[in-house]
Structures are given as structure tokens and as C-alpha cells.
């Protein structure tokens, strides 16, 4: 991990869709007092999973992490805010990049980029079968 030196993002994305807010807590703490990369991955997956709902409309599941990079530790008390946007649309899968923004609880109005990532979800059927995302809605250029 890096330090903080610097670290501080100016402004937060803005081509970017807030997805998900949340606040950490004690209980999602490792033996060192930071909030336990798994706890971050599984929020990372909530968040990731909200755009493509858009357009999956139904059944879908995750199929791959593609890239998970912790930049930062997470503390209690951080603000944190998920922000996404899709990358690729496929035939039944879609690919979206997560970047999470840390509020330090001790430095209001300062953020933080402390975790990014990429995930694939794909839409599947009743039976668990990946099926055709509907195209009528997606995006353009994707």
C-alpha cells in the first residue's frame, strides 16, 4: 500500500455514477484496526452490480473480478463513496470499473481514492445459463 502523502483527490469523479455510500464499523475491523479487504470487496460487488441491473433486467451473477486494487486502508468511520461506470457490453455479459472514494471521519470534505476495480457480471436465465442482455436502452458506443 502506498502512503497518504498526497493522496488526497481534488474532486471527485464526475463522469462517474455515485452507486453506493456507506459507513464502515467497528465489527468489519481486522486484528490491525483497518476494515478487512473482504468487507471492501463484497461492498465493491453491491456497487458494481448497479448499473448493469439497468440493462440485464433480471437474473444475473458475478463471473469475475478482473482487477482489485487497494490503494488505501479503509477506517472506521470513513465515508465511503462508490462510484461506476460500464466499460463493455457483451452479448450476455457487462464489465463495469468501481472507484471508491474515502471521507476520512477526521478530515470532512477531503477524499481519498482507496480501492479500484473491475468486475463482470452476466445475465442468466431461471436455470443459472447465461443468457442475451436486451440491447433496446444500453448506452451508446457500448
Not at 27 to 51: E, R
Not at 52 to 71: D, L, S
Not at 84 to 106: C, K, P, Y
Amino acid at each position: 500500500m502506498s502512503t497518504e502523502t498526497g493522496a488526497h483527490a481534488t474532486h471527485l469523479p464526475t463522469d462517474r455514477e455515485l452507486v453506493l455510500k456507506v459507513i464502515p464499523m467497528p465489527a468489519d475491523c481486522n486484528a490491525n484496526g483497518d476494515i478487512f479487504g473482504g468487507w471492501v470487496m463484497a461492498q465493491v460487488d453491491l456497487a458494481g452490480a448497479v448499473l448493469p441491473a439497468r440493462y440485464v433486467r433480471g437474473r444475473m451473477a458475478t463471473v469475475a473480478v478482473n482487477q482489485f486494487i487497494f490503494k488505501q486502508p479503509v477506517r472506521v468511520g470513513d465515508i465511503l463513496s462508490f462510484y461506476s461506470h460500464l466499460t463493455r457490453v457483451g452479448r450476455t455479459s457487462i464489465t463495469v470499473q468501481v472507484e471508491v472514494f474515502a471521507e476520512r471521519f477526521s478530515a470532512q470534505g477531503q477524499y481519498v481514492k482507496v480501492t479500484e476495480a473491475s468486475l463482470t457480471y452476466v445475465a442468466i436465465d431461471m436455470e443459472g445459463r447465461p443468457r442475451p442482455i436486451p440491447r433496446d436502452g444500453l448506452p451508446p458506443g457500448l
